[in-house]
């Protein structure tokens, strides 16, 4: 089996490499860092581009699309245009802790980064400006940018927060997002807040939702109106007592394990 992961926003490919346990390690992963891949194109054009990339490594053979928190918005698009471009081929998508439109539903009250997202729709001029003061402060005093996400840690990310092997990885994620990836993190934020949720029932590729019951970045109801609004969900997976990245660390090799 093949996979394509899109990581979360804030994120990168280092999410999955640090939190993916055997079997997904010895897979073929393609690890697209999209907050620094071609951050001069609109979203539309990039999609374009993540598809194209994903074919050309991956011209034959089952293909996965593993799309982590926002990631899962990108997934969909990017599964849209392989449906379109290779339409006899063995794509799926694992949809993990996936972000929903925001028009599916009352989210933002009730999310851990609903600030910034209503900001990003409502204000998009003091979205780019607090975007940079998040950049300034992930390179000064990552640490302390990393404390204030987490404050409000639920589940098991509680745990895991104080990992500090976690802490590492996720502080130079936050530096290298709000940094030199500062134009592609801003590009996707404001796509997703935006996007059509109608466009959804034209999805025509089966989808897994993995949902952990105790999260409040990407809560439940989230995955709920996924699995309402898209025509081909073939399960959601409940994970009780998970909330957002301990979701992902379990489902990650529950995904390889389950690929043929």
């Known amino acids: 089996m093949q996979f394509v992961y899109f990581h979360g926003q804030p994120g990168g490919p280092a999410e999955a490499r640090f939190l993916a346990a055997q079997p997904l390690s010895r897979a073929d992963v393609y690890l697209p860092d999209r ?4 951050p001069d194109l609109a979203m539309a054009p990039y999609f374009d581009v993540l598809a ?16 982590f928190s926002m990631g899962a918005f990108v997934a969909i698009e990017v599964g849209f245009r392989l449906a379109t471009r290779a339409p006899d081929r063995d794509i799926g998508l694992e949809l ?4 929903a439109p925001l028009a599916l539903g009352d989210f933002l ?12 729709r409502d204000r998009p001029a003091l979205f780019a400006m607090a975007t940079r003061v998040q950049g300034l402060l992930a390179r000064a005093a990552p640490g302390l940018l990393f404390s204030q996400l987490f ?9 895991l ?11 130079t994620i936050l530096k290298l997002t709000t940094a030199s990836g500062a134009r592609g993190y801003r590009r996707e ?12 029932r034209g999805l025509n590729l089966p989808v897994r939702l993995w949902q952990g019951e105790a999260d409040n970045w990407t809560p439940p109801a989230m995955a709920a109106a996924l699995a309402a609004a898209l025509p081909w969900v ?9 909330s957002h990245y301990s979701a992902l660390r379990a489902a990650l090799p529950e995904i390889a394990a389950d690929s043929p």
């Not at 907050?35 to 071609?38: K, L, T, V």
């Not at 993990?96 to 972000?99: E, G, P, R, T």
């Not at 409000?152 to 990310?157: I, N, V």
């Not at 927060?161 to 502080?171: E, K, L, M």
């Open 109 to 120: 009250p009730h999310m851990a980064g609903g600030a910034i997202f209503t900001l990003a």
């Open 161 to 171: 927060a104080r990992d500090p092997d976690f802490r590492a990885v996720i502080q």
């Open 189 to 200: 934020i404001l796509a997703y807040v935006t996007q059509d949720p109608a466009r959804l």
């Open 151 to 159: 404050a409000t840690a639920a589940g098991a990310d509680i745990d």
């Open 35 to 38: 907050c620094r891949e071609r």
């Open 52 to 67: 194209t990339a994903v074919l050309d490594r991956y011209p034959a053979g089952p293909v996965r699309l593993i799309g």
């Open 96 to 99: 993990v802790s996936a972000a």
């Open 234 to 242: 073939q399960e959601v997976r409940h994970l009780a007592g998970l």
